[in-house]
């Protein structure tokens, strides 16, 4: 019975509406008191049940919530015949609540059409050798599944037969489809474009990479700010409080009206729900860009980021350098590149990948033997008796090798515009230099400059490279600072410094070697296409890890920041005005102050859908 | 100890948590610690002893303030 009524509270609303429109016409058309009266006391009862059992139930569990302060107004109001105002604040008080449901659902419509990206069904290999549908929660690890064209990937798993392109777009924001074949790896929420495959579950649920990230944003939502703790601490004992003003003002003026006007106005409406819609409505908008934020201590923090500081290789620039400048002194120029060729190929080093990259000539019939790596320096080896040597100008002096003025000149104007050296001599000669350069990514400088703008004061490089490739790279950039040979310890301290001056640091690098700095920073950013390092480590995830989200992420958070406190200055003003008026005026009364307070409920609600909208201006 | 993932329907006035969240509080055998009323996702957490208590008993206690427990999910 309880639940019936609760469940029709927006009927009620409406009867109760019908009510007291004919209670008005036929008192004031038609002049007949008595009909009135008595819709507008139906219209009284049938409201204040619905309140009446919410009341009830919270001061079981012994909760005095704004449910009780009305129906004590409203059986106030009724004790002393004033059918009217029990009947509009009954209305009012329900049709509120109406108002809310629809527009708050409207808030948390961008987080909802993320969650509802996530699988719900998998074709599972049963015990009768044959495909059947079966729920999501029903898929276990290494379960065997089958995925058909248009259908979503249901877990994180392996190809076991069949092909097909993935659109992986909601794990990497990358909406090109990838080609899957056996053995390449498949992702929870993404879509099967074409073809068939097979998969074996190897993570399900809650542990695949999609749900990690409707997992955070979830929680996100919901994690409170220290604002927001105490806003929920103050709300506690503020109702509680009123009711007891609300006692003391009957007990030493003896006036019922004025009593249960202090309830009424005292509802705390506005103030509790302002900051959480903010926050729900902008972490939307993140998540709609693929930006997730995590929970309003973060948002809270990156919006007053002083300092950004960032990674260079991977983050400023692609991260994959290219051979961009040759100098032979060779009397047998294809044969040395072959050499050179042969031994990069032992090595996984990011330079050694370029130059087997560069060079096309194949010789697979060179054998490299006695291949010797000299940390932080290079490569030394023999082929055909031929001893090479491969490295920076450091490897060549502690090997005694001569470099003549020609090449110094040489290798300081590579030095000069910031590429990597890789010296080759064959039998303790120098017969090739090349300078390996890596490119700064495309996005990169417009995206700076508009960081600069939103007010970020200082923009650092710190890198693991040669200062004079650093310098390079923040000369280009318009950063503010720039230093070379860091090693992540040194990063991390660096940062740390920066925190004692009292600043508020964002660190922007890959998930993996940066992990420290990462953690140490106020707001971590790794930039890893939605890898399970990027989600984890990081305080903000961009989704498909493009620079312009930075600036949106940064835009979001300061209008997130700033829309909470317009919300809770609002909620403030609207007690304040009350009381005031109450004071110093004679026509403000129950209904009055239930339309104000209900109206300033609605204006901090669609304040914070603005969130929704959000757009960085160019 | 499990973890129980209830669902809520939409949740809309703040005073709803408090109330919730006394409601599970006040169970027997439940973390009261571990109790975690999510106000914008609608969802209640809560870890819980399996052998005190069963998870349709926790949702019988929300159901019975007047709020639709819509899925239950254990851990």
Redesign the interface.
């Known amino acids: 019975m309880?639940?019936l009524i609760?469940r029709h509270k927006n009927e009620i609303s409406f009867v109760s509406l019908f009510l007291i429109v004919s209670a008005f016409i036929s008192h004031y058309l038609f002049n007949n008191v008595l009909i009135a009266e008595i819709a507008l006391i139906i219209a009284s009862i049938i409201g204040i049940i619905p309140i009446a059992?919410?009341a009830y139930?919270?001061l079981r569990?012994?909760?005095v919530?704004?449910?009780v302060l009305v129906t004590i107004a409203v059986i106030g109001a009724f004790l002393i015949k004033n059918f009217e105002e029990s009947a509009i604040v009954t209305f009012l008080f329900l049709f509120g609540?109406y108002l809310?449901?629809r527009t708050?659902?409207k808030t948390?419509s961008a987080?909802k059409e993320l969650t509802e990206m996530a699988p719900d069904v998998a074709y599972k290999l049963m015990a009768d050798n044959e495909f059947h549908e079966v729920d999501i929660?029903d898929v276990d690890i290494n379960d065997t599944l089958l995925v058909r064209t248009g259908a979503k990937v249901p877990v994180d798993g392996k190809v076991i037969s069949g092909n097909g392109y993935i659109n992986e777009a909601s794990i990497t924001g990358e909406s090109v489809p990838v080609k899957k074949e056996i053995n390449s790896y498949v992702y929870a929420g993404t879509i099967l474009e074409n073809g068939t495959i097979e998969i074996i579950a190897e993570k399900v649920g809650e542990d695949t990479t999609f749900g990690k990230i409707i997992e955070l944003v979830?929680?996100a939502?919901?994690s409170k700010s220290q604002t927001e703790k105490f806003i929920?601490r103050f709300?506690?004992y503020y109702?509680p409080l009123v009711l007891l003003i609300g006692i003391i003002v009957y007990l030493i003026w003896r006036d019922i009206e004025l009593a249960i006007t202090v309830l009424v106005l005292g509802c705390p409406g506005a103030l509790?729900?302002g900051v959480?819609v903010s926050?729900?409505a902008g972490i939307g908008n993140g998540a709609r860009h693929g930006i997730l934020l995590k929970g309003s201590e973060v948002i809270n923090d990156f919006s007053k980021v002083d300092v950004f500081v960032f990674d260079k290789t991977g983050t400023l620039t692609v991260g994959s350098p290219v051979v961009s400048s040759v100098k032979s002194y060779s009397n047998n120029y294809d044969k040395h590149l072959s050499y050179l060729k042969a031994v990069e190929k032992e090595s996984d080093h990011p330079l050694a990948k370029a130059i087997v990259n560069y060079i096309d000539n194949d010789n697979n019939n060179l054998k490299v033997e006695d291949t010797k790596v000299v940390k932080g320096g290079g490569i030394t080896a023999s082929i055909n008796k031929d001893r090479i040597v491969v490295g920076n100008i450091k490897l060549m002096e502690s090997e005694k090798i001569e470099i003549t003025n020609d090449m110094f000149s040489y290798i300081k104007h590579l030095e000069s515009e910031g590429s990597s050296l890789v010296i080759t001599a064959v039998n303790e000669k120098i017969v090739i230099i090349m300078g390996i350069k890596d490119q700064i990514r495309s996005d990169v400088k417009e995206e700076i400059t508009r960081l600069k703008r939103l007010g970020v004061k200082e923009l650092i490089v710190l890198s693991g490279d040669n200062q004079a490739s650093v310098d390079v790279v923040s000369k280009e950039l318009g950063l503010t600072k720039a230093y070379g040979n860091m090693l992540p310890e040194d990063k991390q301290a660096y940062i740390k410094d920066l925190q004692e001056q009292g600043l508020k640091v964002a660190f922007v690098g890959d998930g993996v070697n940066d992990a420290p700095s990462l953690a140490t920073a106020n707001i971590g950013i790794a930039m890893g296409s939605g890898t399970d390092v990027a989600i984890e480590t990081s305080d903000v995830v961009l989704i498909d890890s493009k620079f312009s989200k930075l600036n949106h992420a940064l835009g979001l958070t300061k209008s997130i920041v700033r829309n909470m406190w317009q919300n809770i200055i609002i909620a403030l003003l609207v007690v304040a005005i009350l009381i005031i008026s109450l004071l110093t005026s004679d026509w403000m009364n129950m209904s009055i102050g239930m339309l104000v307070h209900e109206g300033s409920i609605l204006v901090v609600i669609i304040n914070g859908m603005r969130l929704l909208k959000y757009k960085l201006r160019k | 100890m499990k973890k129980a993932t209830l669902s809520l329907e939409?949740l809309?006035?703040?005073?709803c948590l408090?109330?919730i969240n006394?409601?599970v509080k006040?169970l027997e055998g439940i973390d009261k610690d571990s109790v975690?009323v999510?106000?914008?996702?609608s969802?209640v957490k809560v870890d819980f002893d399996e052998t005190k208590i069963s998870v349709d008993d926790i949702a019988n206690s929300i159901?019975?303030?007047?709020y639709?427990v819509k899925k239950v999910?254990v851990k």
């Open positions: 309880q639940r609760l059992i919410q139930q919270s569990v012994k909760v919530s704004i449910d609540s809310e449901q708050l659902n948390r987080i929660d979830e929680e939502q919901d929920d709300s506690k109702t509790v729900i959480p926050n729900v | 939409t809309t006035c703040p005073s408090q109330k006394n409601a006040g975690n999510m106000f914008n996702s969802k159901d019975k303030l007047g639709e999910q």
